[in-house]
T-cell receptor, first 115, second 109 residues
Framework: DGGITQSPKYLFRKEGQNVTLSCEQN?????MYWYRQDPGQGLRLIYY???????QKGDIAEGYSVSREKKESFPLTVTSAQKNPTAFYLC??????????????FGSGTRLTVV | SQQGEEDPQALSIQEGENATMNCSYKTSINNLQWYRQNSGRGLVHLILIRSNEREKHSGRLRVTLDTSKKSSSLLITASRAADTASYFCATSSAQKLVFGQGTRLTINP
């Protein structure tokens, strides 16, 4: 079955350490997204990519980096510059096209905790 | 930026009753979408309504959109315990989806 796989499910980061969250999709979707969710809150957009080798900053990109070398993969690195990284991270993908009237498919998330 | 704002923030009803959640937004949109999130899980797409549509149905879900008032509502009829979750509206424009804060729905048996 097609879908999005995020790994790991839980991740613990030490102060000053960079960590990378994996996101892989086999839906043949062009667009991929990273969102951050804090407890009891909505989702905030970190980065997004409409096509391979291209990506744009979202609303809260500081302290994060991404790459899009393959259509199926959109890894997110949480750098030491991100001062408050403890959160639930969600990856999503969607088809693109005129008017972009398509729903998003989400992964099951990675819960990152700073220790 | 949080474009959508859901109302109420929390809703608790008895099983079998209808649940209505509202969403307001600020800028022009291509479409508005509703998602469900069970605790600690990813989001599941429920329904999408385009900016030129006024009402849409999917099973027990009914969504309305009023672009003049920049608002939408989600109605879940004949609620079930399994409907307990958080529900988010999200507005689509400029190739991005912007989410509201969500409504936490609890269905009591």
């Amino acid at each position: 079955d097609g879908g999005i796989t995020q790994s790991p499910k839980y991740l613990f980061r030490k102060e000053g350490q960079n960590v990378t969250l994996s996101c892989e999709q086999n839906l043949n979707h062009d667009a991929m997204y990273w969102y951050r969710q804090d407890p009891g809150q909505g989702l905030r957009l970190i980065y997004y990519s409409q096509i391979v080798n291209d990506f744009q900053k979202g609303d809260i990109a500081e302290g994060y980096s991404v790459s899009r070398e393959k259509k199926e993969s959109f890894p997110l690195t949480v750098t030491s510059a991100q001062k408050n990284p403890t959160a639930f991270y969600l990856c999503a993908s969607t088809r693109t096209g005129q008017w972009s009237n398509y729903g998003y498919t989400f992964g099951s998330g990675t819960r990152l905790t700073v220790v | 930026s949080q474009q959508g704002e859901e109302d109420p923030q929390a809703l608790s009803i008895q099983e079998g009753e209808n649940a209505t959640m509202n969403c307001s937004y600020k800028t022009s949109i291509n479409n508005l979408q509703w998602y469900r999130q069970n605790s600690g899980r990813g989001l599941v797409h429920l329904i999408l309504i385009r900016s030129n549509e006024r009402e849409k149905h999917s099973g027990r879900l009914r969504v309305t959109l009023d672009t003049s008032k920049k608002s939408s509502s989600l109605l879940i009829t004949a609620s079930r315990a399994a409907d307990t979750a958080s529900y988010f509206c999200a507005t689509s424009s400029a190739q991005k989806l912007v989410f509201g804060q969500g409504t936490r729905l609890t269905i009591n048996p």
